[in-house]
């Protein structure tokens, strides 16, 4: 019997093993893969506004506590790998965020910009003869580096002011930076590296002060807490988003599927690894608010056009 147990022994112990890598693989790489969809609807449609940026700062600060609670409690090093993996996904998805917005910005203002370019070179260039398709074919090369050149040397030569380049005229009108440390415009910057500027302080800031208080308990547990209750409320800037909105176009509901799929395996992994009691907790209230966003999509499903249309995306 003994020779028939032992190797019934080695083969259980080895289906575990790849029970528990294939369960690793999976908390450390799942998470990140909600937002596949919500990344390619972004870049598909040009349009950032159905989704609400403040679920990348909600999972930024998540993370980041997360990797500092680590020190003070070394948990299981899945959790630290997706943690890490998935504060690179969210710098790629504000990057994109930003830069449709910019773009999405920038395009008013070009075309009006375009309209005023040419009816300028059409009187500079043609005075007497510039037809419609002529001045058509200015508006299509108004941005050509050769034509611009040829604009300022005649206008310099003439003595008048030339016309500023359209790159300029296409910058928006007021640039929200980090460094301003205007509150109002909090997680709204222009530009991405003020996000990356954000992090950097946040980082350095919150990793000093950990490495000083590591042996305090009280503030190693708190970090833990804050940590796990911050991730477990990234669905609720969605969430107050779509109800403002009265509608949840623009919003992959993919996205939320795989929410609620990951936070349910997520949950049933902490306890079944015995995580510190602060994950379980927070992992239940996440699943609480996924299924309060899909309730929002089944409730609104008839409205196609946001009830209002905010100038930024939130």
Known sequence: MDSIEFPLTLSEVSILDLVSWIASGAMIFGGIVPYVPQYRQIKRTENAEGFSTYVCLALLIANTLRIFFWFGVHFELPLLAQS??????????????????????????RRAFLGKA????????????????EKMELLVFAEGMAIRKRLDG??????????????????????HRFLDFDYRYFWKWTKFRDYVQFMCVFTLAGGYVTYMCLDLPVYVESVGFLAVFVEALLGAPQFWRNFQNK?????????????????TFKTGYFIINKAPMQFWICGLLQVGIDIAILLQVWIYRKNLHPATKPTKPI
Request: hydrophobic share 35%.
């Open 247 to 263: 509608c949840t176009v623009g919003m992959s509901v993919k996205m939320v599927g795989f929410w609620t799929s990951g936070d």
């Open 118 to 133: 040419t009816e300028c070179l059409a009187d500079d260039l043609f005075p007497e003869k510039a037809s419609r398709e």
């Open 154 to 175: 005649a206008e310099l030569q003439r003595g008048k002011p030339h016309l500023k380049d359209a790159s300029s005229q296409t910058e928006p009108e007021t640039v």
């Open 84 to 109: 890490i993996i998935m504060n690179f996904t969210m710098m790629v998805m504000l990057h994109l965020c930003t830069r449709v917005t910019q773009l999405n910005e920038m395009s008013t203002k």
